[in-house]
């Protein structure tokens, strides 16, 4: 800025005779000096306009195919050395404010959207939006926004026309297992195989046992009713005493 100036006085001093020594150019005539003065004038706002004014370049559209993206936004401004603040928005109004950062390129501070998980990168005359685990209906057209907030006077860009993000569904495939994952499962397999077998030879033990024990109890209920046994006393049964009739003295 200061070196266009110079320029511009230099071109100013020559133009209108003021060169240093007298008598070698003729001296201007008034209306010729008011026209280069009114030239001058209109050519100082437009130093000052393109001082004040940032451009802010960014890609028409990004397709999303892993849920995330890198969104780059260049600027035509010297941010050296002064207070900035770098943002990226959501929407066609720029209602949802996705991140920022601010400070300057030795400090800066960030912050983010609950909704999102996005990083800011500065780069010379670049700053770059590292935006992750992106879902579909996050898919929406985003305006980066550089403002100038020290020193005066507050500088922004002119909103520019935006990235379109489109995020695209994940289609999820299983994944094969690999042979670490797979160990437990066999390992469980095993043991379970191996307490089934014990069961069964427990089971099959005892019906066995419970086989030859019932057996057994058979045999010797038939080896005791082969017994021979010997015969007890035998109770007489006495008839009751009648006297004999005397059938002579009935005779006589």
């Not at 094969?176 to 089934?196: D, H, I, M």
Request: net charge positive; aromatic share 10%; proline share 6%.
């Amino acid at each position: 800025m200061t070196s266009q100036v110079a320029q511009v006085r230099l071109q100013l001093t020559s133009h209108l005779g003021f060169s240093g020594r007298r008598g070698r150019e003729p001296w201007p005539t008034v209306s010729t000096m008011i026209l280069r003065l009114v030239l001058a004038l209109n050519f100082f706002p437009s130093i000052q306009v393109a001082e004040n004014k940032i451009l802010v370049n960014q890609s028409p559209m990004l397709v999303v195919n892993n849920n995330e993206v890198n969104l780059s936004c260049k600027y035509t401004y010297n941010l050296f050395s002064k207070e900035f603040r770098a943002s990226l928005y959501k929407g066609v109004d720029s209602a949802v404010e996705v991140c920022a950062v601010n400070g300057n390129h030795s400090k800066s501070l960030q912050s983010t959207n609950k909704e999102f998980n996005c990083t800011v990168n500065l780069g010379n005359e670049t700053v770059t939006f590292y935006l992750q685990d992106l879902y579909v209906n996050q898919t929406d057209i985003y305006f980066c926004k550089i403002e100038v907030l020290y020193p005066p006077p507050y500088i922004d860009n002119e909103k520019s026309n935006g990235t379109i993000i489109h995020v695209k569904e994940k289609h999820l495939c299983p994944a094969p297992q690999s042979p670490e994952s797979s160990k437990p499962f066999w390992a469980l397999v095993v043991v379970n195989g191996v307490l089934a077998f014990y069961s069964l030879l427990a089971t099959v033990a005892l019906s066995n046992c419970w086989m030859k024990s019932k057996r057994n109890r058979m045999l010797q209920s038939d080896y005791m009713n082969m017994t021979p046994r010997r015969p007890g006393p035998t109770r007489k049964h006495y008839q009751p005493y009648v006297p004999a009739r005397d059938f002579a003295a009935y005779r006589s």
